[in-house]
């Protein structure tokens, strides 16, 4: 990057949390440092829960998904109106009526001890583990500017988040995320424009979409049913609307989030700001990955878009078969450029056979360049075991870092980075309140001063994130980041989405029934997904049902042992 760029990405940053660490000063208590003392507005909630799901990871691996997937990944946010109708007439009075910093706190007096400190530890593993990628997904940017090893960078954006959290808290996260998202929205708008500015002269926004709906990437609706298609109308629909309902309504670190509205009617008007922007958001994040794409029909792509793995295979034994490819490569790249060129000139023309013809090559030639890439990736698994063989987060960073002029570069890398931030500042913020308020305040130490407990939400907020750190050092080998986020989610979130759904409406199954049925769904959870039985976004809703059925199950063999012994 330039001077200019630098300069742009760190004002930018540097601002932000000055701001932030300004406005949050003054936490005097653990209301003030978990739930800005409950006075936050509703566009300010509504940014809050944005921003806690707009990760870089969404930045950076999402233009790749569309880019190699096409449209397809958005039907995961069509059941995302659904649940928010449910949160707001159901989860959101209660939780606020009850007065509870974390979600857990109602299902002690709904159920018991153990089961609010089961549902809370499951929380803490997979939102360690979650929160952990969204710190890896930084890392990859400075990493490829810097050309320094991922490691430290790492520790370096881990440790930004960390100083900055510990000390503001709740409102520290609240105030920056506000900002974020505002400057997310007018980095979006810049980059589309300038994909669509850097295209051939002639070759407009609505050229673009031709190309990439000849070359399926548009597939935005998929309407068959197939339980093992990750992303079609009915996973979206079913499978995300689980999702999204154990994820905003039962996750901490979204809880969290409405928990600082003014009232029910701000926390309410905040969910459903999320719900009517968060789907168009998504859309146009997918979209700015197919004019990627297009983009790349006319210009010749790296054959692998992470420039580590590229660097170590130069440096290999390997270097002259990688020219090769390269080679190949290229070759079929200048091909395209042909055929994208013919196939805009008939599109143009409105001759459908001139277009079948370019169709037919640009196809082919796609499948070369395709081909080129797995036997790129051969030679990284010849190479050596810890060769990272998926690209996807690279793809829009690599485009970015080459294409854009000076300022716009590190204005766009600041928006992968604030993303990250405000993130990682929610995740790890609501890993440390559950930490205090379901384990700490709740066994260890119960009758603490005021200021005891909020020291000891500062320990835990820089003690996970450390531990989120340390994840983040291991996460290279996940694949595609978001697509391991929401299956990581996935594991869990269906079964505490069971429990909060029992606890509001089977008054008659206790806690005992819902502990038991809970240990039980999660080993099938996990054995069904280990064994590849189904897509990811249907495990969301098997273990919501299964979850409901067998402690309505074990509820009656609880409730008939019972009698029995009272007959004997």
Same mark, same amino acid.
């Given at each position: 990057m330039s001077v200019i760029d630098w300069c742009v990405l760190s004002l930018t940053i540097l601002s932000i949390i000055?701001?932030?660490?300004?406005?949050?000063r003054g936490a005097k208590n653990i209301e003030g440092y978990l739930l800005a003392d409950k006075e936050l507005p509703w566009y300010q909630v509504g940014l809050s829960v944005m921003a806690t799901q707009a990760s870089a990871i969404t930045f950076m691996a999402l233009p790749g998904q569309a880019y190699g997937s096409g449209m397809g990944f958005v039907q995961l946010y069509f059941g995302l109106p659904i649940a928010t109708v449910i949160l707001c007439k159901t989860f959101i009075p209660i939780f606020r009526t009850l007065n509870v910093y974390t979600a857990y706190e109602y299902l002690e007096r709904r159920f018991d001890t153990k089961t609010?400190?089961?549902?809370?530890?499951?929380?803490?593993?997979?939102?360690?583990?979650s929160t952990g990628l969204t710190i890896y997904a930084p890392s990859i940017i400075l990493s490829v500017i810097l050309g320094i090893n991922i490691t430290y960078t790492t520790l370096f954006t881990g440790g930004i988040v960390i100083s900055y959290i510990v000390y503001g808290g709740t409102k520290a996260v609240a105030y920056t995320q506000m900002f974020q998202m505002a400057i997310i929205?007018?980095?979006?708008?810049?980059?589309?424009?300038?994909?669509?500015?850097?295209?051939?002269?002639?070759?407009?926004?609505?050229?673009?979409?031709? *190309? %990439?709906?000849?070359?399926? #990437?548009?597939?935005?609706?998929? !309407?068959?049913?197939? &339980?093992?298609s990750d992303y079609n109308i009915w996973s979206g629909l079913i499978g995300g609307f689980f999702l999204q309902l154990s994820y905003l309504g039962t996750d901490q670190s979204q809880v969290g989030r409405y928990l600082t509205g003014k009232s029910?009617?701000?926390?309410?008007?905040?969910?459903?700001?999320?719900?009517?922007?968060?789907?168009p958001m998504q859309f146009a994040i997918l979209v700015i990955g197919i004019l990627v794409?297009?983009?790349?029909?006319?210009?010749t792509p790296p054959v692998f878009f992470n420039k580590t793995e590229v660097a170590r295979i130069e440096n290999s034994p390997y270097k002259s078969d990688y020219k090769l490819i390269e080679t190949e490569h290229? *070759? %079929?790249?200048?091909?395209? #450029?042909?055929?994208?060129?013919? !196939?805009?000139?008939? &599109?143009?023309?409105?001759?459908?056979?001139?277009?079948?013809?370019?169709?037919?090559?640009?196809?082919?030639?796609?499948?070369?360049?395709?081909?080129?890439?797995?036997?790129?990736?051969?030679?990284?698994?010849?190479?050596g075991s810890i060769s990272d063989t998926n690209d996807t987060n690279y793809v829009f960073l690599s485009f970015v870092t080459k294409y854009l002029p000076v300022g716009l570069v590190g204005l766009l890398i600041a928006i992968i980075l604030?993303?990250?931030m405000g993130s990682t500042a929610s995740g790890i913020n609501s890993l440390a309140s559950t930490s205090v308020i379901d384990f700490y305040k709740r066994f260890i130490n119960t009758t603490a001063n005021p200021q005891t407990y909020l020291d000891a939400s500062r320990w835990a907020?820089?003690?996970?994130?450390?531990?989120?750190?340390?994840?983040?050092?291991?996460?290279?080998?996940?694949?595609?980041?978001?697509?391991?986020?929401?299956?990581?989610?996935?594991?869990?979130?269906?079964?505490?989405?069971?429990?909060f759904l029992v606890a509001f409406y089977l008054k008659k199954v206790k806690g005992s029934a819902v502990f038991y049925a809970a240990i039980i769904t999660e080993v099938f959870v996990i054995a069904i997904w280990m064994n590849n039985m189904m897509a990811y976004l249907w495990l969301n809703a098997v273990g919501c049902v299964l979850l409901i059925v067998i402690a309505w199950i074990t509820q009656m063999v609880i409730d008939i042992s019972q009698k029995n012994s009272n007959t004997i």
């Amino acid at each position: 990057m330039s001077v200019i760029d630098w300069c742009v990405l760190s004002l930018t940053i540097l601002s932000i949390i000055a701001y932030g660490l300004w406005k949050s000063r003054g936490a005097k208590n653990i209301e003030g440092y978990l739930l800005a003392d409950k006075e936050l507005p509703w566009y300010q909630v509504g940014l809050s829960v944005m921003a806690t799901q707009a990760s870089a990871i969404t930045f950076m691996a999402l233009p790749g998904q569309a880019y190699g997937s096409g449209m397809g990944f958005v039907q995961l946010y069509f059941g995302l109106p659904i649940a928010t109708v449910i949160l707001c007439k159901t989860f959101i009075p209660i939780f606020r009526t009850l007065n509870v910093y974390t979600a857990y706190e109602y299902l002690e007096r709904r159920f018991d001890t153990k089961t609010r400190s089961l549902t809370a530890f499951l929380f803490l593993l997979q939102r360690g583990l979650s929160t952990g990628l969204t710190i890896y997904a930084p890392s990859i940017i400075l990493s490829v500017i810097l050309g320094i090893n991922i490691t430290y960078t790492t520790l370096f954006t881990g440790g930004i988040v960390i100083s900055y959290i510990v000390y503001g808290g709740t409102k520290a996260v609240a105030y920056t995320q506000m900002f974020q998202m505002a400057i997310i929205f007018s980095g979006l708008f810049v980059a589309a424009f300038m994909v669509v500015h850097l295209l051939p002269e002639g070759v407009g926004f609505i050229d673009a979409l031709h *190309i %990439a709906g000849k070359m399926d #990437k548009l597939n935005t609706i998929d !309407l068959s049913f197939d &339980i093992n298609s990750d992303y079609n109308i009915w996973s979206g629909l079913i499978g995300g609307f689980f999702l999204q309902l154990s994820y905003l309504g039962t996750d901490q670190s979204q809880v969290g989030r409405y928990l600082t509205g003014k009232s029910i009617k701000e926390s309410r008007l905040g969910l459903i700001m999320n719900s009517i922007i968060k789907i168009p958001m998504q859309f146009a994040i997918l979209v700015i990955g197919i004019l990627v794409f297009v983009f790349y029909q006319f210009n010749t792509p790296p054959v692998f878009f992470n420039k580590t793995e590229v660097a170590r295979i130069e440096n290999s034994p390997y270097k002259s078969d990688y020219k090769l490819i390269e080679t190949e490569h290229n *070759i %079929a790249c200048e091909q395209k #450029k042909i055929h994208a060129t013919a !196939l805009i000139a008939a &599109i143009d023309r409105n001759d459908e056979q001139a277009i079948a013809i370019a169709q037919f090559h640009l196809r082919q030639e796609d499948t070369i360049t395709q081909l080129t890439k797995l036997e790129f990736i051969h030679l990284m698994e010849e190479n050596g075991s810890i060769s990272d063989t998926n690209d996807t987060n690279y793809v829009f960073l690599s485009f970015v870092t080459k294409y854009l002029p000076v300022g716009l570069v590190g204005l766009l890398i600041a928006i992968i980075l604030l993303a990250s931030m405000g993130s990682t500042a929610s995740g790890i913020n609501s890993l440390a309140s559950t930490s205090v308020i379901d384990f700490y305040k709740r066994f260890i130490n119960t009758t603490a001063n005021p200021q005891t407990y909020l020291d000891a939400s500062r320990w835990a907020t820089a003690a996970w994130g450390v531990f989120c750190v340390v994840i983040a050092l291991y996460a290279g080998k996940v694949g595609n980041l978001i697509e391991a986020v929401n299956k990581l989610g996935s594991l869990f979130y269906g079964n505490i989405l069971g429990i909060f759904l029992v606890a509001f409406y089977l008054k008659k199954v206790k806690g005992s029934a819902v502990f038991y049925a809970a240990i039980i769904t999660e080993v099938f959870v996990i054995a069904i997904w280990m064994n590849n039985m189904m897509a990811y976004l249907w495990l969301n809703a098997v273990g919501c049902v299964l979850l409901i059925v067998i402690a309505w199950i074990t509820q009656m063999v609880i409730d008939i042992s019972q009698k029995n012994s009272n007959t004997i």
